[in-house]
């Protein structure tokens, strides 16, 4: 078979079609090996773990019991423990998507404002470092700086401005400082691109109008960005409601939200059909955080290509 | 240059007053609070890991290579760092391959459901990664083929979770290539093999270069997805410094942190000299 004919359009006949899907241009089979390795491991233990979320629960056992119920989430919904960790997890990741656009806002704005290739270079590193820089080594960081007996609390006590130690950690307001450190770098990576192709002429435009930079901002760029500002709160929320390893060091196990429920049930109790069931209600809350996005970007990009 | 259609009408000093000297103050003070928030916990672990005392003090002790000579020869410490490091490695062979493979017939062929099929390849990173942890954990328990507990159910995970990006920027590579470079050397005799070899392979080298190294990254740093996989022996470097944040806070961590940290930062600055910065904006990496 020769190359061009793959960038033929397929207009022609279903059987052409199939011939050449099978035989003539064996440059397909070159998907196969992945397609078959995301179907083994990926699709199948997606949908067993679905399936045992509605298993009978046994104590122990994961093995199919093939004795479908509802029991699991009945016990997620009418248990206060549990709901009550859903809703703390989504007003967590809320608050964190606010917090972070908050700050990362004006960091990606002046990145996407250097000119200068150089030390737009040098910055677009210093954020992708940050960002694939694994979080457990951060949050390190973030321990000896906010603990007990860490740098800020030493440093006040020693200067005499305080007698105990801040609460800076081990609470809530740890944990959503721990998470926006994580999902900043995202937040500002899905913003750059946006603020950089609103064209600056449209700034020009207003200013000259009589608009003050203030006006030009709030009236003309900010309202432009709107589309990398829900999709980094987005990313920020789905980042954040999912994470095990921020709750459980910065909040120290009194800030119990959906990943860390999963993770006791299963490797602490050895409930695995209702810690699967929590696995679904979590990624069913990510996934219904998509579809509202998706219904809010609609109505925003109105009127805009 | 921001933009590159500059009216013609704007004259040169127009455009310098156009620079990051007109972001408002307030933004610029911002910024650079958000520049502290990103950086400071990543100072202070390079901090903590040469400091000459138990605690970090401000300002510092001292400096001293106690801690990272502690890591160097710890058994645990080491031994978490390079199975760290072999994971790494063997992931991102598994995911250029089949991630380069996949994205030949993404980028290049015109098929019914290609869109489908992209969202598919795509699907792993929407799944939160502690959930797909979960499921490969009672997959590999429940088919009992001795997966559960290995080597290769931790590769397995990781591959699942950095194919997406060999994919992307593979595919990126591709769409770039002028595809008539290797009909012409078809033409002129190539099998197609050989025209792909020596002419396509080299164009999309530096894309694959990147998407390999990225894989390589996000396996490095991998805690989600590791955490229900891992065992007492076979514990990667992220999951080693958790239980140790969890139960004792010794200094060795930071010392293994700084070495992770050169290890990002050599990553991402061959990423750099790859594949151009300020393409990255925009591009959604979860």
Not at chain 1, 43 to 61: K, N, T, Y
Not at chain 1, 201 to 221: D, H, M
Not at chain 1, 274 to 299: D, K, N, W
Not at chain 2, 252 to 262: D, N
Request: proline share 5%.
């Amino acid at each position: 078979m020769t190359a061009a004919l793959d960038t033929q359009p397929y207009t022609d006949s279903f059987g052409r079609r199939l011939r050449v899907f099978l035989g003539g241009s064996r440059v397909y089979w070159l998907v196969l090996p992945a397609f078959a390795f995301f179907l083994i491991f990926f699709v199948v233990p997606v949908l067993s773990l679905f399936l045992i979320s509605i298993d009978r629960p046994v104590a122990g056992v994961v093995d199919p019991q093939w004795d479908f119920t509802a029991k699991n989430f009945v016990r997620f919904f009418t248990r206060a423990t549990y709901y009550e960790a859903a809703i703390r997890s989504i007003g967590l990741a809320s608050l964190v998507a606010v917090v972070t656009l908050a700050i990362g806002y004006p960091l990606a704005y002046m990145i996407a404002k250097t000119e200068n290739p150089g030390r737009n270079t040098f910055y677009m590193i210093l954020v992708l470092c940050a960002m694939q820089l694994d979080m457990v080594i951060r949050l390190y960081g973030l321990m000896v700086l906010m603990g007990d007996n860490g740098l800020i609390n030493r440093t006040l006590i020693d200067a005499g401005w305080i007698s105990d130690p801040l609460p800076l950690m081990y609470n809530f307001a740890g944990v959503v400082v721990g998470l926006v450190q994580f999902t900043l770098p995202f937040m500002v990576l899905s913003l750059i691109g946006i603020i950089r192709s609103i064209h600056p002429s449209l700034e020009e435009a207003a200013r000259s109008l009589g608009a003050t930079r203030n006006v030009a901002f709030w009236k003309i760029i900010f309202p432009l960005s709107m589309p990398g500002i829900l999709a980094g709160s987005l990313l920020v929320f789905a980042i954040s409601i999912s994470s095990y390893v921020v709750p459980a060091l910065m909040g120290g196990w009194k800030v119990v939200v959906m990943p860390i429920h999963i993770y006791q049930q299963i490797a602490e109790m050895g409930k695995w059909q209702f810690g699967a069931a929590i696995a679904v209600v979590l990624f069913a809350t990510s996934v219904i955080a998509v579809v509202i996005y998706q219904r809010y970007a609609a109505i925003t990009a109105g009127g805009r290509t | 240059m921001v933009d590159q259609a500059q009216p013609a009408a704007m004259t040169m000093s127009r455009q310098k007053r156009w620079s990051e000297r007109d972001v408002p103050l307030v933004i610029q003070i911002g910024a650079w609070i958000g520049f502290v928030i990103l950086l400071l916990p990543v100072v202070i672990v390079v901090l903590a890991g040469l400091n000459s005392g138990e605690y970090l003090t401000f300002p510092p002790e001292g400096l001293s290579l106690r801690w990272i000579i502690d890591f160097l020869t710890s058994e645990t410490w080491m031994g978490a760092y390079l199975f760290s490091l072999l994971l790494a490695l063997i992931t991102m062979a598994v995911s250029t391959t089949l991630g380069t493979m996949a994205a030949i017939v993404l980028a290049r062929h015109q098929f019914p459901g290609r869109d489908l099929l992209r969202a598919y390849f795509l699907s792993p990173l929407i799944l939160p990664g502690v959930v797909l942890g979960l499921a490969l954990y009672v997959f590999f328990v429940t088919t009992n083929l001795g997966l559960a507990r290995s080597l290769t159910g931790l590769v397995i995970g990781h591959v699942l979770v950095t194919c997406p990006y060999v994919i992307g920027t593979v595919s990126a590579a591709l769409v770039a290539f002028d595809k008539s470079l290797e009909e012409a050397a078809r033409s002129l005799g190539a099998n197609p093999w050989t025209a792909f070899r020596r002419v396509t392979l080299p164009n999309i080298s530096a894309g694959m270069m990147a998407g390999a190294i990225f894989a390589f990254i996000v396996s490095f740093g991998q805690f989600d997805v590791s955490l229900f996989l891992s065992t007492p022996d076979l514990t990667p470097l992220p999951i080693a410094l958790y239980i140790s944040l969890r139960y004792t806070f010794e200094p060795t961590a930071a010392a293994a942190g700084i070495f992770a940290i050169l290890l990002v930062v050599i990553s991402m600055l061959l990423t750099a000299r790859l594949v151009n910065m300020r393409k990255f904006g925009g591009i959604k990496f979860s």
